[in-house]
């Protein structure tokens, strides 16, 4: 199983919403990565865990919150976002050591 | 902050031709990687290149790596309508698993 999940596929949310992003793969992969993506722009790295430990947070603000409850699955806890976090969210997997990615869909999100 | 520039930003050509990306990073890299994205979805992973690397080949894919100029290319020969998409680089530095992307490319291949 090569496969990156991740649901909701889209999301609307208002700027007082509480809401969860969710991320699972069974591939064995011991990194886990957050990326936000704006439109015709690279991804933009958010969070990594590896080994389930946050090991990188690219500044992030802190109304975006990862959780990484164990080695198959990962979240992104969202509260109190601007209409500026609307972007598509995506999640990737890999092996520890700078190895390639493997991506979800993502999941767009729009806030209003 | 962004590693990678890449050129053309955008590439139009006809089914059958070859297609060539550029890649520019700044600062000392582990490895160079490429990925296609199709239109706002996930992204692919296409081909990893060591530091230690100059060339590497995948089907229908060449990538080069100059470490003295800082610079790696990707070919993609004989294009198909389905190679359609957005090409990123994008550089691991040996920061702990952090790739940063480049700019991207958007590639279109007409029929």
């Known amino acids: 199983d090569t496969e990156v999940t991740q649901t909701p596929k889209h999301l609307v949310m208002g700027m007082t919403n509480k809401k969860s992003l969710k991320c699972e793969q069974h591939?064995?992969?011991?990194?886990m990565y957050w990326y936000k993506q704006k439109a015709k722009k690279p991804p933009e790295l958010m969070f990594v865990?590896?080994?389930?430990?946050?090991?990188i947070n690219e500044s992030v603000p802190s109304r975006f919150s990862p959780e990484c409850p164990n080695s198959s699955l990962l979240n992104l806890h969202l509260h109190a976002l601007q209409p500026e976090d609307s972007a598509l969210y995506l999640c990737?997997?890999?092996?520890?050591?700078?190895?390639?990615?493997?991506f979800g869909p993502g999941t767009r999100l729009t806030v209003t | 902050s962004q590693q990678g520039e890449e050129d053309p930003q955008a590439l139009s050509i006809q089914e059958g031709e070859n297609a060539t990306m550029n890649c520019s990073y700044k600062t000392s890299i582990n490895n160079l990687q490429w990925y296609r994205q199709n239109s706002g979805r996930g992204l692919v992973h296409l081909i990893l290149?060591?530091?230690?690397?100059r060339e590497k080949h995948s089907g229908r894919l060449r990538v080069t790596l100059d470490t003295s100029k800082k610079s790696s290319s990707l070919l993609i020969t004989a294009s198909r309508a389905a190679d359609t998409a957005s090409y990123f680089c994008?550089?691991?530095?040996?920061?702990?698993?952090?790739?940063?992307f480049g700019t991207g490319t958007q590639l279109k291949v007409e029929l």
């Open positions: 865990y590896s080994y389930e430990k946050l090991s």
């Open positions: 290149i060591r530091s230690n690397e």
């Open positions: 990737a997997s890999s092996q520890p050591g700078g190895n390639e990615q493997y």
């Open positions: 591939m064995g992969h011991r990194a």
């Open positions: 994008a550089t691991e530095t040996g920061g702990g698993n952090k790739l940063t």
